[in-house]
């Protein structure tokens, strides 16, 4: 066994399953197998543990092993399993009742020979395949030859045998109830670890194809086309193979290899933070794993980050646009299913996805979706997209076998593969659509190097619990494919809302992130080295002493460390310089750190909002602080998806992180008055820097706001006021040295226009056009007030009507004039 066994034990540190050294331990086994008994031995031996196969004694009980199992097979040639009566356990169980004293501690020993699902038309998954079908001595044998280099052996945390001799009145009570507990954990191990039985992809469509709403929607496709049903069907069973995962362990496992190499090429390591939070929920719930989107790189690494640590990757919910010939097919052979952009003209299609999405919940299959619907081009999280959510809920509802658990995953990279596209598209550039000859010519990326990638597992949201909290007796209630009941819309807009701020209570501030924030704060991109220094310990100390959430972690707390990093991966310059040396950074990398700086900037945006109230008011109250925080954070919330509630969360997390800006003397309190460090000294500049945060925003909104102003109320319309405020976003942008395209991004308006609206600050006429009251001109004087001087003068000269017709009047005539002439438009495009 040692020969052609290689064994990873779960977890690496024995610790973590915190056994009592003074109470003995005997190990569990599902099967009845010497190989598993064999290479568990060799796991608990290289752990430090008790070996299962010592010699235990318990009063007058003598045991020639310390481990059972619970099943072995009904014969010789048979494909089943039974479960026994171990009569090791009543020998326990005799000798704990017969000494009070005694207890034993049970440990679940799970041995995973490839961890495959089951595959039914594959001949070297039925031969060589460790599954749910118990495998007989042949086949165990050639499991052992050409699994033992990918050998799993998962050691739980143990359960006390005392407690449950003491719940029960006889002994076989106590065997019945221990080994049905057992077997529960044994199962929901199995699922979690090599998922459930898997249906060939042909033999799943089939079953799609009966499905009575398929089978209505394809009647009622015939009836509107007027065409045959078989030719309807023919449709229906194309979108379902063009859709549907044909999951292949030997791709996974290629993949694995691959990946491992890729991940070396590319990156200086993955780091993982509260991994617990998806391997404590992965045992009893199916998994619906919902990532921020930053880069194609997502897909990838997430499956291979689950699969190394011990559980089944997910089916993936990846955009038709990737399904590109040969990519397409290792893409779906590692779980992928491919889904249009919008299919809500295409009812056919709806159904048929619909259904298979139901098919491979209610089969317990995790399954892994973006909830922004693309990748994020600035950075931020964006705002949800509930489809999926809706779908999966629905299925939920419709047939509930297993609970199910979302699990939001933040995924935070140092320098993203796809930057300079990002910056391009941002600043108005056309998406380049996926192809082949582009995957190609990306294959110069393995020249770079793109730093390290952190993962973090945020908090699981239990749909159970969730539809308790917000939908009483949602389990009488029946929901028809056709019906969306007005609490269920409700529900799920909701619920889109809580998982992008758990992805986002569940960032990690990297070296990179923290640099890029300090550094573009400054109008040149440039920074006294001590000056960097202080700002960072800045940063690192509001979220040691203010934490943004329970689940966001610091990955780098020393400010020299994180300078040295920026240096050595040339996100930073250094500049030597007799008088202090400074550091700076090349425009290029300015837009791709500010790009990382988004990924986490929410994390400071309410220490950037307190702090920016001191830089024209030196001295404010703290209620009066309060009021215009509360006054602001809707639109703040919105906009970077913040987590605090304003009733009670909110002013508790303003009172702390005040508390840390006075420990560390950029405001000072006397009684109930808050005072900004005196000008021109260190603590100032601090603060004055942490203030820049929200700068860009605060400068957004005033500019939106002040352009609906001076217009007036009912002249501009949705569209044509955020048509208007991007190009004069951009103008200002031009103008005056805005470091981000982000400060034009149409879609960051459009949200801030519909915040608006939500807070009943605008409204629409019968024309759709915008109205608006003194409130929002009392908004309007207070953001004026908030800014500098300069910059409310500079928005104010750009916002002026004339000269903004003027200027829209003659882009049009140039514009109609390129028309006419295209040679003169194609250098003008130039």
Request: charged share 25%.
């Amino acid at each position: 066994m040692r020969l052609c066994t290689r064994i990873r034990a779960l977890p690496g540190d024995p610790a973590e399953l915190q056994l009592n050294p003074d109470i003995p331990v005997v190990y569990v086994l599902r099967d009845r197998s010497l190989a598993d008994a064999a290479v568990a031995d060799q796991a608990a031996r290289r752990l430090g543990l008790r070996a299962p196969k010592a010699s235990l004694t318990l009063g007058k009980q003598h045991l020639s092993r310390s481990y059972f199992h619970l099943y072995k097979r009904e014969t010789t040639i048979s494909r089943q399993r039974r479960a026994i009566t171990p009569a090791r356990l009543q020998r326990l169980v005799s000798g704990l009742k017969h000494n009070p004293e005694l207890d034993v501690q049970l440990v679940p020993v799970s041995v995973f020979w490839g961890r495959q699902p089951e595959k039914e038309n594959s001949l070297w998954r039925i031969i060589f395949s460790d599954n749910w079908s118990p495998p007989g001595f042949i086949k165990k044998f050639f499991i052992v030859l050409t699994q033992g280099r990918d050998l799993y052996v998962q050691f739980s945390s143990p359960m006390s045998l005392r407690q449950l001799v003491d719940q029960c009145r006889s002994d076989d009570q106590v065997v019945r109830k221990t080994s049905r507990i057992l077997r529960v954990h044994f199962r929901r191990q199995q699922e979690a670890a090599i998922g459930p039985d898997l249906s060939h992809r042909r033999t799943l469509t089939n079953s799609i194809m009966e499905a009575a709403s398929v089978r209505e929607a394809i009647q009622h496709t015939a009836e509107e086309n007027k065409e045959s049903e078989d030719k309807t069907l023919a449709r229906a069973r194309g979108y379902a193979m063009e859709i549907a995962a044909d999951y292949s362990h030997t791709t996974i496992r290629a993949l694995e290899l691959f990946l491992n190499w890729l991940w070396n090429r590319l990156y200086d390591g993955i780091r993982l933070y509260n991994l617990d939070n998806l391997t404590q929920v992965a045992r009893d719930h199916e998994i619906i794993y919902v990532p921020c989107h930053r880069s194609h790189i997502d897909y990838l690494l997430l499956s291979f980050v689950v699969y190394r640590n011990g559980l089944v990757p997910p089916h993936i919910a990846a955009g038709i646009n990737l399904n590109l010939p040969v990519v397409g097919t290792i893409l779906r052979r590692g779980g992928a299913f491919f889904m249009r952009r919008s299919f809500r003209d295409n009812p056919l299609y709806a159904a048929v996805f619909y259904e298979y999405l139901h098919s491979i919940t209610t089969q317990g299959f995790s399954i892994e979706y973006f909830v922004e619907g693309g990748r994020s081009r600035s950075g931020r999280m964006l705002q949800p997209r509930t489809g999926m959510l809706a779908m999966t809920v629905r299925s939920f509802l419709r047939d509930a076998r297993k609970p199910i658990a979302f699990v939001p995953v933040y995924i935070g990279y140092e320098k993203v593969i796809e930057g300079g596209s990002y910056i391009g598209e941002l600043h108005g550039g056309k998406k380049k659509k996926e192809s082949v000859g582009g995957l190609m010519k990306s294959l110069k990326v393995l020249r770079s190097h793109f730093g390290q990638v952190h993962v973090n597992f945020g908090e699981p949201i239990k749909l159970v619990d969730y539809l308790d909290s917000h939908r009483e007796g949602w389990r009488n209630e029946e929901l028809s494919v056709h019906e969306t009941p007005d609490w269920f819309k409700t529900t799920i807009n909701n619920l889109g809302r809580d998982v992008v701020t758990g992805i986002n209570a569940a960032a990690v501030a990297n070296p990179v992130n923290l640099i890029s924030l300090a550094l573009l704060a400054t109008p040149k991109h440039t920074m006294d080295l001590q000056q960097l220094r202080q700002q960072l310990q800045l940063y690192i100390n509001l979220l040691d002493q203010a934490p943004y959430s329970d689940t966001a972690r610091l990955a780098e707390n020393d400010p020299d460390v994180i300078i040295e990093y920026g240096l050595e991966h040339e996100f930073l310059i250094r500049v030597a310089h007799p008088l202090g040396d400074v550091v700076t950074t090349d425009p290029k990398t300015a837009l791709q750190m500010a790009y990382v700086r988004n990924n986490s900037l929410h994390l400071f945006v309410l220490p950037g909002l307190i702090c920016s109230l001191f830089l024209n008011a030196r001295s404010i109250r703290m209620d009066m602080l309060q009021s215009m925080i509360a006054l602001l954070y809707p639109f703040f919330r919105n906009e970077y998806l913040l987590h605090w509630r304003e009733d009670g969360e909110l002013p508790a997390a303003v009172e702390r992180i005040a508390s840390v800006l006075e420990e560390h003397g950029l405001v000072s309190r006397e009684d109930d008055c808050l005072h900004g460090a005196a000008i021109h000294t260190y603590a100032s500049d601090m603060l004055a820097h942490l203030g820049q945060t929200v700068m860009p925003s605060l400068e957004r909104f005033y500019l939106t706001i002040r352009l609906l102003v001076q217009y007036g109320s009912g002249r501009l319309d949705a569209d044509a006021l955020s048509d208007l405020a991007h190009h004069t976003a951009q103008r200002l942008s031009l103008l005056y040295e805005f470091n981000s395209p982000e400060f034009f991004d149409k879609v960051v308006l459009r949200n801030f226009i519909n915040q608006l609206r939500d807070t009943d600050l605008v409204w629409q006429d019968d024309d759709k056009a915008l109205c608006f009251g003194d409130n929002l001109r009392a908004l309007d004087d207070e953001a004026r007030r908030i800014l500098s001087p300069d910059i409310s003068q500079a928005i104010q000269r750009v916002t002026r009507v004339p000269e903004l017709e003027r200027a829209l009047a003659e882009t049009a005539e140039h514009d109609a004039q390129d028309d006419g002439n295209p040679a003169k438009g194609t250098e003008a495009d130039k």
